[in-house]
């Protein structure tokens, strides 16, 4: 499945995207513009602010029952600044991926679902290159039930419509 017809808006838009992303964390994309330089460190995958608040980018993903690959929600979690200061130093260590999970805090407010923000996390460490695999724990939560059950195409589709046309439909 490619290109689908967009029940917003009614168009035909030329490819149905398996993944969204966040380029920061919630709390980094609070702070006024004109104070991030000095509160904040922000690379691709990691993030410092005020020096005591620690986050790691992952990736959330959601399997898709009728689908040939899962879907998948880059997100940012924060973590304990000793399990930072762990991953950060196993950063390019072969074998990293055996590392027990660590314990994190969903930092990224996901469109299209009931407050994200502070779920429960663990993160599991991938092979170096990867980005580590957020698994939530396992409440009703809709994202939750989501990642536990599986969706369909049908839903990444919703999901989409939802996502593509958020900033249209939002304030
Ligand atoms: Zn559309």
Not at 50 to 62: A, M, N, P, Q, S
């Amino acid at each position: 499945m490619n290109g689908y017809k967009c029940t917003v808006c009614g168009e035909w838009h030329d490819e149905l995207p398996m993944s969204f992303g966040a380029g920061a964390p919630y709390w980094y994309d609070v702070i006024a513009p004109e104070e991030r330089q000095a509160r904040t460190g922000l690379s691709s995958d990691q993030c410092v602010i005020d020096g005591e608040h620690y986050f790691v980018r992952g990736c959330l993903e959601i399997p898709v029952t009728d689908g040939s690959e899962p879907f998948s929600w880059g997100v940012w979690v924060s973590l304990s600044e000793k399990n930072f200061e762990r991953m950060s130093e196993l950063w390019e260590t072969q074998g990293r991926e055996n590392e027990p999970p660590y314990f994190g805090w969903l930092s990224t407010s996901l469109p299209c679902y009931p407050d994200t923000l502070n779920l429960k996390t663990h993160v599991q460490t991938r092979p170096v290159g990867l980005r580590p695999l957020v698994e939530l724990e396992p409440t009703e939560h809709p994202l939750a039930v989501e990642q536990r059950s599986g969706i369909t195409m049908a839903r990444v589709k919703e999901i989409a419509e939802c996502v593509l046309h958020d900033e249209a439909t939002s304030t």
